[in-house]
């Protein structure tokens, strides 16, 4: 089996790397507490839980031997042959306690139940494969390049082909992840930041500039807003920034809200994809849209 080809992984604060051809199979919880699964087209392949604790005296060794019990009870009511070993030294990670174990069945796991040391999160990360398939090599290089927070306060997300980073205090609100179209809007008291990855940019302008396009695909978010336009770049991509205050009628039913839009699209020719970073940000916020837009990777 040839290597496969590997790409980073983005959601909650909790990053790895897994294989291109590996995507998203379900998603569960918040920054707080959740569960995610990664799947191939033939079965599920890696499974994260994480929670977040102040305590430093979470008993990975207890909590290991639980889980594996409970694993063990599944396969004897199954019938299946299950072969359990503990402890298997495969990663070296600073700041953080961890143990991680292994079972044979079908599939086979490995498995790695981690605590920081710092921010005291704890994340449990399992990797499953078929016999013939290098999973010790895979396991490794997803429990060795675990994330679960930056020192700088921001999550990286990257799901599908955008990748944000985004200050840990914004939560994710209703993401949309369609094949075609991505979004992932954040919040923050009265507060918002929206990041949009749309496809077949070519297709999408065939018809019409980019400017345009953007006014009818955001003619909503737009609305409430006196906003002007001007050219700009993103990464050498051209673009165009639309800002603007409130409305005047919009101002009087909500006179303390004096959040300002501030937005830019672009075309990125060598992915094929349009980009969308949207903001609503009080005045003394509004460098938070700048530094955001340059962590936006499209290619």
């Not at 990053?15 to 291109?20: K, L, R, S």
């Not at 985004?166 to 930041?193: M, N, Q, W, Y």
């Not at 955001?218 to 609305?223: A, D, H």
């Amino acid at each position: 089996m040839s290597d496969p080809k590997w790409t980073h992984f983005g959601w909650q604060g909790i990053e790895f790397e897994i294989p291109a051809d590996w995507t998203l199979g379900k998603l569960d919880g918040n920054r707080g507490a959740g569960y995610l699964r990664i799947d191939d087209e033939t079965m599920a392949r890696i499974e994260a839980k994480w929670e977040t604790t102040k305590s430093r005296e979470y008993d990975i060794a207890r909590e290991m031997e639980r889980q594996l019990r409970d694993i063990e009870k599944r396969a004897r009511k199954a019938k299946i042959d299950l072969a359990v070993k503990r402890n298997v030294k495969m990663v070296r990670l600073q700041d953080r306690r961890w143990e991680c174990a292994f079972w044979k069945g079908d599939p086979s796991a490995y498995s790695m139940l981690t605590q920081c040391e710092d921010c005291g999160r704890i994340v449990l990360l399992r990797v499953m494969f078929r016999e013939h398939e290098p999973g010790k090599d895979w396991a490794c290089r997803v429990f060795q390049s675990l994330v679960d927070h930056h020192e700088d306060c921001r999550d990286h997300w990257d799901v599908f082909g955008l990748s944000v980073k985004v200050p840990a205090d914004f939560a994710l609100g209703h993401a949309s992840l369609k094949t075609g179209e991505i979004r992932l809007p954040f919040i923050r008291a009265g507060e918002s930041l929206e990041a949009v990855r749309v496809s077949l940019g070519q297709y999408q302008l065939r018809s019409t500039s980019l400017d345009e396009w953007f006014e009818k695909f955001c003619r909503k978010e737009l609305e409430p807003y006196k906003w002007a336009k001007e050219p700009c770049k993103v990464r050498e991509h051209p673009g165009f920034c639309f800002q603007g205050p409130r409305r005047l009628q919009k101002r009087l039913l909500a006179p303390f809200n004096t959040c300002s839009l501030k937005s830019r699209v672009w075309y990125c020719k060598e992915t094929d994809k349009l980009f969308i970073l949207r903001s609503i940000l009080r005045p003394k916020h509004s460098d938070v849209f700048e530094q955001v837009c340059t962590t936006v990777q499209c290619h």
